[in-house]
């Protein structure tokens, strides 16, 4: 499989202006599970009222180390603070990653990604069911779009996973993408690694729904799912370049529709095509029936022997290098950013927009008077 440590490091806190007033984030819903929505009106609503919540009293400076520990003891409001401090980019935020860092590093990270409609969240609440069948505490992130147009998002995903709302043992947690690409919201690493400090064996991160090229959930997990369903197209199709290539399990979702055999029959002449070193992970395919609970179990089995295949072969404490490498580029490129005062709306880049759009400076040499002003 192609090495992961060139793909595209994920945006850091920062990189983004204040967070959308849309976003629908209930500090004080401890479970995270919300009621569908018949409208984005609704959604609108519940974001509007998340962020009056966001200014109640009792939202002033935090302490980093008691609001850490009581996450660590299981306390579903202390976390939804913890997380809420990540999207919105708080300045306190520091001082909590500070806490967190010696913490983290103990849970097993699964992406789940694919094409809307192929059952990514019905998947991700099958696996939910599996892990704590087995005694787990698990972490879900689920990542909704975000309106290009509004501004609004419907955060559905966890209305697909509500037989897991009063469980103690899972927290989900939907995120908006705030109009970051690549599939994940841009505040997914950090708010992982606050679910990881906070005590759960295994986190979910369900993407939006992708097309080809969105391959960011490939350095962000430990093993990323890759789920397709009958009808995603041809063996042409499954040969492309993009998504399929970062797939360390392949997932055939709604296996008890025509054509879930010709599916699985084009992923394996794709990977035929591939070539693999002796010791290398070959990806696996797994048909499943999430809605049925059919093929979980092999599912799970499959993920298991990727994560014992990560520590053997030494490649875990690789990946995460390189996640920790390019997490750290991130983060000071945006502070760069930052310090040049070059975010839409300041006014020296304005000014120097309005030349470039009138013919009147090329865009490098604008460039070059935004860095030295």
């Known amino acids: 499989m192609p090495d992961r440590q060139g793909l595209p490091a994920q945006d ?12 629908a984030a209930h500090e004080h819903d401890a479970a995270h599970i919300y009621a569908p929505s018949a409208s984005a009106g609704a959604a609108q609503l519940a974001g509007d009222r ?9 939202r002033g400076p935090v302490d980093a180390e008691a609001l850490v520990a009581a996450a660590r ?15 919105n980019a708080s300045p306190q935020l520091r001082d909590v990653m500070r806490v967190v860092a010696p913490l983290a590093g103990g849970a097993q990270v699964v992406g789940l990604t694919g094409s ?10 099958a696996l939910i069911r599996a892990y704590r069948d087995r005694g787990l505490r698990v972490g879900v992130l689920a990542v909704d779009p975000t309106s290009p147009f509004s501004g609004g998002a419907l955060l559905g995903d966890r209305v697909r996973m509500q ?25 997914t690493p950090q708010a992982l690694r606050i679910l990881d400090a906070a005590g759960f064996d295994v986190l979910l991160v369900e993407t939006v729904g992708v097309g080809q090229a969105e391959v960011e959930i490939a350095s962000l997990a430990d093993s990323t799912l890759v789920v397709v369903a009958p009808g995603m197209g041809d063996s042409i199709q499954a040969a492309k370049a993009g998504i399929l290539e970062v797939a360390d399990v392949f997932v055939v979702n709604k296996s008890d529709r025509p054509g879930a055999q010709e ?65 750290v580029a991130a983060i000071a490129v945006a502070e760069l950013r930052l310090r040049l005062g070059g975010l839409p709306g300041e006014a020296r880049l304005e000014e120097l927009a309005s030349l470039v759009a009138a013919g009147e400076l090329d865009p490098y040499t604008a460039a070059d008077a935004l860095i030295t002003t």
């Open 12 to 23: 850091a806190p920062g990189s983004q202006a204040a967070p959308h007033p849309h976003d």
């Open 50 to 58: 998340a962020c009056a919540d966001s200014r109640r009293p009792g």
């Open 73 to 87: 003891d299981q306390d579903p409001r202390a976390l939804a603070r913890l997380v809420s401090l990540v999207e």
């Open 116 to 125: 809307p409609g192929v059952g990514k969240s019905t998947v991700t609440g």
């Open 163 to 187: 037989e897991h709302a009063t469980d103690p043992g899972v927290y989900i947690r939907s995120m908006a993408s705030r109009g970051h690409l690549g599939g994940l919201a841009w505040a």
């Open 263 to 327: 599916a699985v029959r084009d992923l394996r002449s794709m990977l035929a095509m591939a070539k693999y070193e002796k010791g290398d992970w070959k990806p696996p395919i797994v048909k499943t029936a999430a809605s049925a609970g059919d093929g979980i179990a092999d599912l799970v089995a499959a993920v298991d022997a990727r994560w014992a295949w990560l520590a053997e072969s030494g490649h875990r404490d690789r990946l995460r290098l390189a996640r920790a490498r390019e997490e």
